[in-house]
């Protein structure tokens, strides 16, 4: 199958590697997003 | 032109969701949290005159004032992707909740302008400073209604209420089985986790400052901080206890998959993260006794008791009950859910170990606490205590994404089906007729 309509499919809450990737993925961007916004906001208050 | 069912290509419509919700969660809950410790740090420094409490009650008001962007832009956002990829679904709790909604819209507007209010008349209010700390009390306050109108949507996506007419939808769909206990497990999470955030960004600043004024500062905000993170958490697992009773008396079925099936290892993890909160805490404390102004060797010795304690309670709640690991990823050992592992079991060895570290957090809190009375020497604590503070600020975000996660993931029931509202709406947004227990969701045309 292709790769696009693979990733497509399934979901994180399925035992498939698509699955287990996107809860990675998750996971990953929560963090990041999560880290560069407290780093962002600490960098704006911080006086000079 | 309808716009049709999108989806998100690479990591799928559902990850965007919980990426949005789960990042905004972790700001609003710090805010909420923060605001309130903020609000009593200002008040105790009016009543004792101890200048760490201003200091810090200020510079926290300021964080949040900055961080509270973040906090709603995110929140925006997920509203928008909720509603662009499960239009269905958000009509229907649109439609259930409208009050609810419009209840929180308010409560979100009223909160933000008391706490700029608040940040802004600091100086202005030097002289009336009991009306100006009830600023900080009032943006708690809406915070936390604001948080209370969510946690009734939450809580009814899981244990949708038994309602059979249209005319009292709104208040059962409100206080449906599990919104007390989730809005109480939160209510207590958003100060334990702010308090470990705080511990954690005090050991931080403590490591790297190379003033000594700054120094003093930073290693009593640090003991600030761990007090409502530590003094909090062990509140926790009874109200959880509560929370989960109220999911198995309601739905069962997610009882079963967090609690005992594929999804149990979701609570593997929490008593992981528990077992490193609190044992990371005790030795803190037991570390921080030894600068107590007035020698308390006593004091200081039971509490190196207690941090053996803690260790075999916590230990005791981290062995799994069978060697069904984490099946998703193939960690299955044995035969699987038919290997039991001894100490594993829920009765009597995790309800032993949660009720033993919850008494004796609660024995070396009051023994700390009795030791602040008299004060601490600071500026003199070790390395690794301050380390140990910040590994505390990174395990309790892992503990609120792992809770977060537990919620939303006990409505796929095997994925046969998931469900977006528990036996109402499947993940495909359809509408189940049968077997839900809120009945004007039947009334809805089935997509």
Known sequence: ?48 | MPIGNLDVPIIGKNVIIAVLVQSHILFAAFIIGAVLIAATSEYLGMVTKQTYYERFARNLARFVVLLFASGAALAITFVLALVTLFPVFFSILQNIFFWVFLVEAFMFLGQIIIVYAWYNVWDKLAYRKSLHVVFGFVAGFFGLMAMTMIDAVASFMLTPAEVTSQADLVARSFLNQTMVPLNMHRFIGNFSYAGFLIAGWAGWRYLRTTREDDREYYDWMGHFGLLWGFGFLIIQPVIGYGYLKGIRESAPESFNTIMLGDKSWVFNFLALWLAVLSIASTAYFVHKLRFAIKPMETLRKLSVGALGLTALFTVLNVIPTNANLIPQIGLVFGQGEATKIPLGSMYPWKYIGLIGMMLVGFFVVALYLRASATGFHWGRASRWSQVALMICAFVVVLTMVTMGYTRETARRVDNDPAYLINGCVKLDQTIVKEGCPTTPIMEGKGG
């Open chain 1, 1 to 48: 199958m292709d790769l696009a309509l693979l990733l497509q499919q399934e979901s994180t809450g399925d035992p498939t590697a698509i699955g287990i990737f996107r809860f990675f993925a998750g996971f990953l961007i929560i963090v990041t997003i999560y880290t560069s916004f407290l780093g962002f906001t600490y960098w704006i208050g911080k006086d000079e």
